[in-house]
């Protein structure tokens, strides 16, 4: 399988479930192209409805088509969907409304764009509210079972997508499930926890640090709320260091929730890593690089945080 | 529709105005000039207008009512009671531990009511869905969405109000929704016309599309008509401005902005609500005597008073 933006593999399992499911509708805001629900818009315009450039707007709809029994897939980019963070708040997550919201274009990785494009705390606005599972899948088989899972689950739902490819990460065999996470490299020294688009890199990562002799052990954490709490203990029990490596804000994402697991349930040596300022703008690799989220960033912070 | 009932529906209302001042003296908050203004509107709706059955409160085809001016649910709760959604003695549990009458609406609490609201400005977009969601199932159900005047400050609704004529078409317009516009010219700080003024309120909503009706919104044969013309409007939902009063039916109240947000005492409470019954001072006694529901609530305000 080539590499593939886990926005593209969203349009296209959007496209192949809605041939045999009529509750699925889309409401974007003029990101449609952008998004990857073009191709479910021009196959069914009758179920695509485009609101223009009013995200709150958008969100709102999304509540009412949900309370008449449809299944909106409400998108925008990550940044611009939850800085409508009150619609969310109310017409959506208090209301309990069927809503599966979709951001894409997590994180610095959209590079040249900068900041005022980019999601980076997207996570942490809707970890707080009580009732929206986050899913942000590390591929496209991932993103394709997770979107089918989105269909099916009753509830909001909040769906955290990337702009750029992503290589082929998931296990042969590999079944989605709310609130499961994965080993996608067994170890001993040190737990990777990685999200979206920093699986790919954490595990490139721990095989650098193979050749020094440290042994990682890399989760696939798509599931950021519920977290895998069994597996990270597990895995932190057995390491006794645990990094968690993220394209969103250090506070309040994957990090955040770690930390709170393992403060209060197992307290365990933790190093967070994400974005820690402003994006700005630049190539996704050289972002990646200078914010320390690369294989090699990844390694050294592994290597320092161990006193390697 | 057939013609309404007048002197019915306005011996609704008065009924629905004490249970308001009921409610909001046994809270001790809550907003009662909203309430007052909008409860003429949301009586003729539910007992002259809606489909619903409140023993099927998910009912697919039932006709929604979004107050989006949330704050103001008291009127809503008044009118759901006496629709049969819940006991009337509920009532006095409002804004109390585990009721599920909420300060603000909350769906997942209080079945029938169709979505939360009360961080204002959202209702519109949220019925806009619902209509559109009704057009697509070929459903024959309407949408009545309820917004303030100063809520109408808000930016949201403006994205809906020029989505509204707009969306769905030409396959599915949204001519199944009626909005109406609970215009009793003050809010929390005070005057709308001196906190951020909305008119020309009817040249804006026209420049965006909708079809726009001015009414006396205490008139319940004004508001059945209009809703009348809305739903014989095709092709474009249909915007109602409520002229209202802001506390009408208790002097104190009417026109005071002290009355946005505050609940009256008990002694305050059986005062209005005397004055909502249209008894004098001096008549009340004896009036007390011969109406044994309102001697209840009344003998429930002194007990209050005195706790």
Redesign the interface.
């Known amino acids: 399988m080539p590499p593939k933006a886990s926005r593209a593999a969203f349009g296209e399992a959007l496209l192949e479930l809605a041939a045999t499911d009529d509750r699925i509708v889309t409401v974007d805001a003029d990101l449609s192209k952008s998004t990857m629900t073009i191709g479910f818009a021009k196959a069914h315009p009758d179920r695509a409805f485009n609101v223009g450039i009013a995200e709150a707007n958008m969100v709102g709809i999304g509540a009412g088509l949900a309370l008449t029994g449809k299944v909106p897939f409400v998108c925008s980019f990550a940044c611009f969907i939850v800085g409508r963070f009150e619609t969310i708040r109310m017409s959506v997550a208090y209301t309990d409304a069927n809503v599966k919201l979709v951001g894409t274009h997590a994180g610095i990785a959209i590079g040249e764009d900068g900041y005022s494009q980019m999601g980076l705390e997207d996570i942490a606005c809707i970890r707080a509210l009580p009732n929206i599972p986050i899913i942000q899948p590390g591929d496209e088989t991932e993103t394709k079972q997770a979107v089918a899972y989105a269909v099916g689950h009753q509830g909001p739902l909040y769906l955290r997508l990337t702009r750029q490819a992503l290589e082929p990460v998931s296990p042969p065999g590999y079944r989605f499930q709310l609130g499961k996470s994965v080993v996608l490299r067994a170890g001993t020294d040190v737990t990777i926890l990685a999200s979206g688009g920093t699986v790919s890199n954490a595990l490139d990562g721990a095989t650098r640090l193979a050749a020094e002799g440290v042994h990682a052990e890399v989760i696939n954490a798509a599931c950021i709320k519920p977290l895998d709490e069994e597996l990270i203990l597990r895995s932190a029990g057995k390491t006794g260091h645990v990094v968690t490596v993220e394209d969103h804000s250090v506070a309040g994402g994957l990090g955040g929730a770690v930390a709170e697991l393992l403060s209060e349930v197992l307290p365990t040596p933790l190093r967070r890593l994400g974005v820690s300022t402003f994006g700005e703008s630049g190539d996704p690799r050289g972002l990646y690089a200078k914010h320390g989220l690369d294989p090699a960033g990844i390694a050294d912070s592994v290597l320092k945080f161990l006193n390697r | 529709m057939a013609r309404p009932d007048t002197a019915r529906l306005q011996a609704t209302a008065r009924a629905c105005r004490v249970q308001i001042i009921r409610m909001l003296a046994h809270a001790g908050s809550g907003h009662p000039g909203g309430s007052l203004s909008v409860i003429d509107i949301l009586t003729t709706l539910f007992f002259n207008r809606l489909r619903f059955d409140p023993k099927r409160p998910d009912w697919?085809a039932r006709d929604r009512v979004v107050l989006s001016k949330g704050h103001c649910v008291p009127a809503l709760y008044s009118v759901m009671a006496r629709a049969g959604f819940f006991p009337e003695s509920q009532l006095v549990t409002l804004r109390k531990l585990g009721s599920p009458l909420q300060g603000h609406p909350?769906?997942?609490a209080l079945p029938g009511i169709?979505?939360?609201?009360?961080?204002l400005?959202?209702g519109?977009?949220?019925?806009?869905?619902?209509?559109?969601?009704?057009r697509?199932?070929d459903?024959p159900a309407r949408v009545y969405c309820i917004i303030g005047d100063g809520e109408s400050q808000e930016?949201?609704v403006w994205?809906?109000a020029?989505?509204g004529p707009k969306?769905?078409q030409p396959?599915?317009p949204l001519d199944n929704l009626c909005l109406i516009l609970d215009y009793n010219k003050i809010q929390l700080d005070g005057f709308v016309k001196k906190i951020m003024d909305l008119e020309p309120v009817v040249a804006k909503w026209k420049d965006f599309g909708w079809p726009v009706l001015e009414i006396d919104g205490h008139n319940v044969e004004q508001i059945d008509k209009a809703l009348d013309q809305a739903e014989a409007t095709k092709g474009r939902p249909t915007f109602i401005v409520a002229h209202t009063v802001k506390g009408k039916g208790v002097s104190f109240m009417e026109n005071d902005p002290e009355w946005h947000g505050r609940a009256p005492k008990p002694a305050e409470a059986i005062r209005a609500i005397r004055e909502i019954l249209g008894v004098s001072d001096a008549a009340w006694g004896d009036y007390v005597k011969t109406d044994r529901a309102t001697a209840a609530i009344v003998a429930e305000l002194e007990r209050l008073e005195k706790t």
């Open positions: 697919p909350d769906r997942t169709e979505a939360a609201t009360g961080s400005g959202q519109l977009s949220i019925s806009l869905g619902m209509a559109l969601g009704l697509l199932a459903s930016g949201q994205e809906a020029m989505a969306l769905g396959a599915h």
